[in-house]
């Protein structure tokens, strides 16, 4: 095995919570990988199952394991962790109850070093675990195998193909250009790899896909995007999308002078502003879907909403959506009260 900081080195990131014995294969699959420079870093972020003793049995027979533990701060503390603890020129993340197929770090450290690559990301299948079935992430007629790219352009083709997903295990990533960014998953946050991977893309200078798929993401009912939320657990739920809209709108005003800002960029944030009207849709809790309504106005995220939208398509959805909201929104005082409740259970 090449030492760590060294040309080729890649160090896989893991956190770790309750993945029970499905850890065990994740990390099979990884001990199996045909590029062997690998470092690979656990964080137990306070599991309470048997998946930590899972990883101390590894980490106390595998040189290139390490395990540190933390107590329960989520998955963005522990990858913030992760590559504090780091040495590889390049990262990876995992997810501890996915597999990797054996041939995926070898692709993607092959093209990053033959292409002098800020990022080489792959495709991916998607699996449920309870029956078996799987599919392609990005289907090859909406995004073929790619050259070199620029990050934004690289960003912007996957955007447009409206099947490409902000998650941060299909590829390999600089390490000295997240530290010069000084990247950080932001604590408490689900879906925190939508801000991340943007940003890194804004950055990236050299950028590379492939249509192979090279990662195995399991599908199970305690997903986080697959739970089943109603009431204040779905309100609680749904203010992450409404952070990210806001988050994502600030980061397009920091870089509108930096790079080429294209359409796709602004528009995802319309895109996850529908996520949410989405759900406003769906609560069956009429006080709830209230409360709901009354947020989206009351944090701007309705205004986001609109201003970014870049399409006539997009227009006439947000149209729609408008014409929604409004018609189900309380007027008056009691919409204003709901807006204050809602924002007073922050």
């Known amino acids: 095995m090449k030492k760590m900081n060294s040309p080729g080195t890649l160090s896989v990131i893991i956190p770790l919570y309750n993945a029970g014995d499905a850890f065990k294969a994740c990390m099979e699959s990884l001990l199996a990988q045909t590029w062997t420079a690998l470092e690979i870093i656990i964080v137990n972020d306070g599991s309470t199952d048997n998946s930590v003793d899972i990883a101390t049995y590894y980490a106390e027979n595998y040189p290139q394991v390490r395990l540190v533990h933390q107590a329960n701060a989520g ?63 990005i289907p090859q007629e909406r995004i073929r195998s790619t050259g070199v790219m620029s990050g934004p352009e690289w960003l912007r083709l996957a955007l447009a193909s409206r099947r490409w997903t902000h998650v941060v295990w299909m590829g390999v990533y600089r390490h000295e250009l997240i530290k010069q960014c000084n990247l950080k998953f932001v604590p408490g946050l689900h879906h925190q790899d939508i801000l991340w991977s943007t940003e890194f893309m804004y950055n990236a200078t050299r950028a590379r896909y492939t249509e192979e798929s090279l990662y195995k993401y399991f599908l199970h ?66 006080i709830t879907r209230k409360m709901m309504i009354a947020e989206i106005f009351a944090s701007g995220m309705y205004k986001r909403m609109v201003a970014n939208v870049r399409s006539p398509k997009m227009a006439y959805q947000v149209l729609l959506w408008s014409v929604r909201l409004y018609s189900w929104q309380d007027r008056g005082l009691a919409s204003r009260r709901l807006a204050r409740k809602a924002l007073s259970l922050r």
């Not at 690559?117 to 991916?124: I, S, T, Y």
């Not at 299948?125 to 392609?136: L, V, Y």
């Not at 806001?246 to 002078?257: E, G, Q, S, T, V």
Request: charged share 30%; net charge neutral.
């Open 75 to 137: 998955a963005s503390v522990a990858r913030n962790r992760g590559l504090e603890l780091a040495h590889g020129e390049y990262i990876a993340f995992v997810d501890a109850d996915d597999i990797t197929y054996p041939q995926m770090y070898e692709t993607l450290m092959t093209m990053a070093l033959q292409d002098n690559l800020d990022v080489a990301q792959c495709n991916a299948d998607w699996c449920e675990r309870e029956t078996g079935k799987t599919w392609q992430s």
């Open 221 to 286: 009912d305690v997903s986080v995007s697959r739970k089943k939320r109603t009431g204040r657990k779905n309100l609680s739920y749904q203010r992450h999308y409404i952070k990210i809209t806001r988050l994502l709108d600030k980061l397009n005003r920091d870089y509108a002078d930096k790079i080429k800002m294209h359409p796709e960029f602004y528009q995802q944030i319309t895109y996850e502003a529908l996520r949410v009207c989405h759900a406003v849709r769906k609560e069956h809790d009429v």
